[in-house]
C-alpha cells in the first residue's frame, strides 16, 4: 500500500505571509495514463473536508487563486500565497493511483500566529 | 444542490455491529454517475477510507476493514448504508459518507480530467464504542 507522508505536521502563519506544506508518497502517483493522482484538501474546524486541488495542480470549483499545488512522481507541494484567517484547518493529501484504495496524509494544522 | 447526510445511532457496544446510512437529497443516487463511500476519522486523527458502492451494488472495501465491512445501497430511498461488525474501541471515529465522480469533465482550462476524489461530503456523524 502507498503511504502519504506530510511535513510540516503543524504550522503557525502570520496573516499575510506564505505557507507551504509538503506531501510525500512511498510510491510514485504518476499513473499509466500519464496523469498524476494527488488531490488536496482542506477540513475546517467542525466541518468536513473540502476539495482543494486534484491532479497535484488543478484548483477546485471555487477555490481562491491563493492555493496552489505543484510536485511531480513522490513529491508534492502545496502553497498558499497569502494565508487569511479562513485558511485555519488541517491540510490533507490524499492519494488514488491504487484504485479502489484511497489513503490520506497524516494532514498539517494550519494556524494563525 | 446535492447534500448527503448520515444518521445511526451514537453509541454501539464492543463486539457488536455498528450500522449507519448516508440519505442522499438534491440528486439520485441511481443516476450512475458516483460512487458512494465511506470514510472515518478517530478523534483528533487522520482519514480512512473504508469502502464504496456504485449503484449497480459492486462494492470495494479497504483491505484493512474487509472481513468486518458491508456496504449496501437502497435506491428506492436514495441512500447507502454501512455495516461495520465485531467493533471494538478502536472503531470509534466520526464517520463521514462522500461521493465519487465516475465521469469525466472538462474544468474552466479545458483540461479533460475524471475526478478520482471525493466532492461532496456529509456533516459526518460520531459513533462510539463502548459499553
Known amino acids: 500500500d502507498i503511504v502519504m507522508t506530510q511535513t510540516p505536521l503543524s504550522l503557525s502563519v502570520t496573516p499575510g505571509q506564505p505557507a507551504s506544506i509538503s506531501c510525500k508518497s512511498s510510491q510514485s502517483l504518476l499513473h499509466s495514463d500519464g496523469k498524476t493522482y494527488l488531490y488536496w484538501y482542506l477540513q475546517k474546524p467542525g466541518q468536513s473536508p473540502q476539495l482543494l486541488i486534484y491532479?497535484?495542480?488543478n484548483r477546485f470549483s471555487g477555490v481562491p487563486d491563493r492555493f496552489s499545488g505543484s510536485g511531480s512522481g513522490t513529491d508534492f507541494t502545496l502553497k498558499i500565497s497569502r494565508v487569511e484567517a479562513e485558511d485555519v484547518g488541517v491540510y490533507y493529501c490524499m492519494q488514488s493511483i491504487q484504485l479502489p484504495l484511497f489513503t490520506f496524509g497524516p494532514g498539517t494544522k494550519v494556524d494563525i500566529k | 444542490q446535492v447534500q448527503l447526510q448520515e444518521s445511526g445511532p451514537g453509541l454501539v457496544k464492543p463486539s457488536q455491529t455498528l450500522s449507519l446510512t448516508c440519505t442522499v437529497s438534491g440528486g439520485s443516487i441511481s443516476s450512475g454517475s458516483y460512487y458512494w463511500s465511506w470514510i472515518r476519522q478517530p478523534a483528533g486523527k487522520g482519514l480512512e477510507w473504508i469502502g464504496r458502492?456504485?449503484?449497480?451494488?459492486?462494492?470495494n472495501y479497504n483491505p484493512s476493514l474487509k472481513s468486518r465491512v458491508t456496504i449496501s445501497v437502497d435506491t428506492s430511498k436514495n441512500q447507502f448504508s454501512l455495516k461495520l461488525s465485531s467493533v471494538t474501541a478502536a472503531d470509534t471515529a466520526v464517520y463521514y459518507c462522500a461521493r465519487e465522480p465516475v465521469t469525466y469533465y472538462y474544468d474552466s482550462s479545458g483540461y479533460y480530467y475524471r475526478l478520482r476524489a471525493f466532492d461532496i461530503w456529509g456533516q459526518g456523524t460520531m459513533v462510539t464504542v463502548s459499553s
Open positions: 458502492i456504485y449503484t449497480s451494488g459492486s462494492t
Open positions: 491532479e497535484v495542480s
